[in-house]
């Protein structure tokens, strides 16, 4: 690559991409009057006002070594440097490298755009006049003693301004460049002063989006922009019902009103990303202030239901794909009561649009009252179905649902959740119903519909499934035919089990009641409790929790594939059996909520250990020259 359009390409990455690249031979920028630069400089900047974006990388030199480790047959290092070219030996990789965006000044319906500069530590002085003067054809000029601006063309006729000046810290020298002059003015000094001596954590990637900025300015055009969206969106929504249709206008405004109550009420999104020998660690964190909006109130409900996670995920089989749990969150009645009404009168008013007779109407709108409804399930796991990758092949896509089981427990006994799938049976087989069923969506109905299960002799008494058969999009045709509907199947069982419910579910029945006969006499040595790599799961308290692995992943996409069928799930079991862990090592998932004050904050946090890595690596060189590599 030519050293000139290797330094362009840095400046597309380090800035923003650019409108097109500079040519060969680009007439030098002649020095302005004065001091040469419209830049200025202030040697100690504050924080500039209404920042809506962060970004900082750390040490792109220690990301480099850790990505040559992880793949140590690529000279990673001798890549990234022979990208930069020339620029290779100005700039200072050990150094931070920062992105700033700020709103401009003023509001209102014309508010001025976006600021934005970067910045970046160089070597040294010559180095970087040597890179400005001799490749870019650029031009410096010194404002102060030790304090330099420049100007070059890095594309077309877009000029860059750049500031350089000493650092507190991490490098020497560091350089701040953008497009306008006015951004570097107002952000550069403070990128190459303050900003290093801020504490953003030790993560290699900070990602920061602060929202309440961005609302004070664009509040104005924001709203408008909703409304006129919410009343273009309406009369698609509405079926020519005066009862149905008010109520849809009464739906649409509430969510109106909730999207901007939500945006008044948000702060702030973080994210940090670090890359280690140890792997990779991911955290977001997301925080709203205010009770305005519907979630901030779901929200703080939601922070006071974090329990330890259940030790009923670890009596779940050891050979699961992934596991979960959910911690229940008790609302009150205020917070679900305006939804839960909205719901209810939305299907009445929709069936009696379509000529519902109303005892049925009232049947169907009593399935949806909270207190009727099933509470989901708090503990399951997913795992392969006992089929070998073959049979995924033959069957024209029911198989793909087929490939997969998931199997979980309920607190307490089957009853409430049994009354009210036989309920949801009895008033969907209903005449009447079944009528308007077959009207409606009668090209996706299966031959069965929605019936229950015979009774299954393998399994307890008190024990209660159903299946639904359903025609849905089958995989592509071959010689460009059209994909045709093909029946697939779901089923659902229920098992009791002392003072808890066992439920699988899936479209391979044999797995099912296979995996449930078998978690009614597992033995310890085959749970997860027994299971390396969960030891995060077991401590503190927690909303959600959660783990998942390479080798379910991939067996997933493989299984569920409507073009590879088998032939890809062969492929996937061949890599991940040559795999240096099988892509068996847990990665695990966590999310929490917490209050401060007025703030609420959620957070996630996902570790993915070295040895997913290197399952990762070993299984993205194996697919390559297969027909699934892209």
């Known amino acids: ?55 900082r990388w750390r040490n792109p030199e ?123 003015n107002a952000l550069g000094p403070y990128l190459i002063r303050t900003l290093p001596q801020q504490n953003l954590g030790d993560s290699d990637l900070h990602v920061e989006i602060r929202v309440q900025p961005f609302y004070r300015v664009y509040a104005e055009p924001f709203r408008d922009a909703l409304r006129l969206l919410a009343t273009a969106a309406l009369p698609k929504l509405q079926l020519g019902h005066p009862g149905f249709d008010r109520l849809m206008g009464d739906a649409v405004q509430g969510v109106v009103r909730e999207i901007e109550a939500l945006v008044a009420d948000a702060d702030r999104t973080v994210l940090d990303l670090s890359l280690s020998r140890g792997g990779i660690d991911l955290r977001s964190l997301s925080r709203l202030r205010g009770r305005t909006s519907w979630l901030a109130s779901v929200s703080r409900a939601m922070a006071h239901s974090a329990l330890p996670v259940p030790e009923l995920l670890f009596r779940l089989p050891r050979d699961c794909w992934t596991a979960q749990f959910v911690a229940p969150v008790v609302m009150s009645a205020q917070v679900l009561a305006p939804i839960q009404t909205t719901l209810v009168d939305l299907l009445g008013a929709f069936l009696e649009h379509h000529g519902l007779p109303a005892g049925e109407r009232k049947q169907l709108q009593d399935l949806l009252r909270v207190s009727r409804t099933p509470q989901w399930p708090t503990v399951w796991c997913t795992g392969p179905a006992d089929l070998p990758p073959t049979a995924l092949s033959s069957s024209r896509g029911s198989n793909q649902w087929m490939g997969q089981y998931m199997l979980g427990v309920l607190p307490g006994s089957p009853e409430p959740l049994r009354d009210w799938l036989q309920e949801l049976v009895a008033a969907y087989n209903r005449p009447p119903v079944q009528a308007l069923v077959r009207r409606t969506l009668g090209r996706y109905l299966g031959p069965g519909g929605l019936r229950p299960l015979p009774p299954q002799k393998q399994l307890p008494q008190g024990s209660y499934g159903l299946q639904l058969t359903l025609r849905l999009l089958g995989p592509q045709g071959s010689k460009g035919r059209k994909a045709q509907l093909v029946p697939i199947t779901t089923y659902l069982v229920l098992v009791p089990d002392d003072k808890q419910t066992w439920f699988a579910m899936g479209g391979h029945l044999p797995t099912l009641l296979r995996r449930l006969r078998g978690q009614l006499q597992i033995v310890e040595a085959n749970t997860l409790a027994h299971r ?66 007025e703030l609420v904050e959620t957070s996630t946090t996902i570790r993915m250990p070295w040895s997913a890595l290197e399952d990762m690596r070993s299984l993205i060189l194996g697919l390559r020259g297969t027909d699934f590599w892209p």
Request: charged share 10%; glycine share 12%; with cysteine.
């Open 1 to 55: 690559m030519p050293a000139r359009a290797r330094l362009v390409l840095l400046y597309g990455v380090l800035l923003v991409p650019l409108t097109g690249l500079a040519s060969a031979n680009t007439a030098p920028l002649a020095p302005s009057a004065g001091s040469g630069s419209s830049l200025v400089w202030n040697a100690r900047p504050a924080e500039p006002q209404d920042i809506v974006a962060l970004v």
């Open 62 to 184: 220690g990301t480099v070594a850790v990505v040559q480790a992880l793949v140590p047959m690529l000279q990673v290092r001798a890549a990234v440097l022979s990208a930069l070219g020339p620029a290779g030996a100005a700039l200072a990789l050990g150094a931070p490298v920062d992105l700033l965006v700020a709103l401009g000044p003023g509001g209102g319906s014309q508010p001025t755009p976006p600021m934005w500069a970067v910045a970046f530590g160089v070597s040294s002085m010559e180095a970087a006049r040597k890179l400005v003067q001799e490749q870019l054809q650029g031009q410096w000029s010194e404002l102060h003693k030790g304090v330099w601006a420049a100007r070059f063309q890095a594309g077309g006729s877009q000029e860059v301004h750049c500031l350089l000046g000493p650092a507190p810290a991490a490098s020497p020298l560091r350089v701040a460049c953008g497009f306008e002059p006015r951004d570097v």
């Open 532 to 597: 390396q790599g969960l030891e995060a799961l077991r401590h503190g308290t927690h909303l959600y929790g959660a783990y998942w692995t390479v080798a379910g992943a991939i067996g997933s996409i493989a299984r569920l594939s409507p073009q590879g069928g088998g032939e890809l799930a062969q492929v996937a079991a061949r890599l991940l059996s040559q795999a240096p862990h099988r892509g068996e090592t847990p990665v695990v998932c966590l999310s929490d909520v917490a209050t401060r004050g």
